[in-house]
């Protein structure tokens, strides 16, 4: 599963390190990077190691981290910090709440950006208010209905999850807001130029690059648009209106947002049924 030279180099690492993400879970594609949870101090960076790519992300507390840490695999361990032995103590009782969990606080994140779209001055700062939110959607109806969700993967786990009808139209609703029938070629171009310019100086900008290139030489159209707007998505939401105000232009490439406030309107509506009726569920 891990490639020896991938083995060796993590092992190299002063501190225990695991595998964790979809090299663990069956759903990568040739250009998924290995994911690598470090448990010590330090700075998160993707290297490329022979024909890989690993992005070492350093952790503390391993319970602040458990939906991520299903299917873990050990690479490094320590007689002061047992990786193996705290994987042991996650049940799958104990995973699967905290699965559910992340679920309903991606969905309560949902509602917060739609009201921050309701409250929006700006149609630019509004229309990526709610599209922030679509995507927010997305993941916590997977996490609340038991699959853990991956952002490169999330289109492909929403067509293939068993969903009730209620929650399957809510992903429909937030699918078709988010634009998946634009998903042409030159489309992708602008929102990819967009988003890897708001990506500039974050230290995983050339991975993002390489997996939207991946998408598109495999013809993966709705995916690569799909995961373009979410990585975009998550960008902005660490910014304000001002922000959004001031880089207008970039930002509605970047997230290819609709300029239709009325069609806008109507779908929020949906979208905030669809969240409320996730978070009317008690248990997973």
Not at 9 to 26: E, I, M, Q, Y
Not at 59 to 65: A, C, T
Not at 118 to 141: I, S
Request: with cysteine; net charge positive; proline share 3%.
């Amino acid at each position: 599963m891990i490639p020896a030279q991938v083995r060796d180099h993590v092992k190299s690492l002063p501190d225990p390190a695991c595998l964790v993400g979809c090299r663990t879970g069956g759903m990568s594609l040739d250009c998924c990077e290995y994911d690598v949870f470090v448990f010590g101090k330090g700075v998160n960076r993707v290297e490329r190691v022979g024909d890989h790519l690993v992005e070492l992300v350093y952790v503390g507390q391993p319970k602040d981290h458990l939906v991520a840490l299903k299917d873990a695999v050990v690479i490094s361990d320590s007689g002061t910090f047992s990786i193996s032995a705290m994987l042991k103590d996650v049940s799958e009782e104990k995973w699967k709440k905290a699965l559910f969990a992340s679920g309903r606080k991606d969905l309560v994140s949902s509602l917060f950006c739609q009201q921050k779209f309701k409250l929006a001055r700006d149609p630019v700062a509004g229309a990526t208010w709610l599209k922030a939110a679509l995507y927010h959607l997305v993941a916590g109806t997977l996490a609340v209905f038991g699959a853990r969700p991956m952002p490169l993967h999330e289109l492909a786990q929403a067509r293939t999850l068993d969903l009730p009808a209620d929650a399957a139209a809510g992903v429909q609703a937030a699918l078709e807001c988010i634009g998946i029938e634009r998903a042409t070629r030159p489309a992708i171009a602008r929102s990819l130029e967009a988003m890897l310019e708001l990506k500039s100086g974050d230290y995983d900008r050339e991975l993002v690059k390489k997996k939207t290139s991946h998408l598109l030489e495999k013809s993966m159209l709705a995916d690569c648009y799909y995961y373009a707007g979410r990585v975009a998505a998550g960008r902005l939401e660490q910014k304000n209106d001002s922000f959004l105000r001031k880089y207008a232009k970039l930002v509605q490439l970047a997230m290819d947002l609709s300029n239709d406030e009325q069609q806008l309107a109507r779908l929020q509506k949906s979208l905030f049924s669809a969240a409320k009726r996730g978070l009317e569920l008690t248990s997973f």
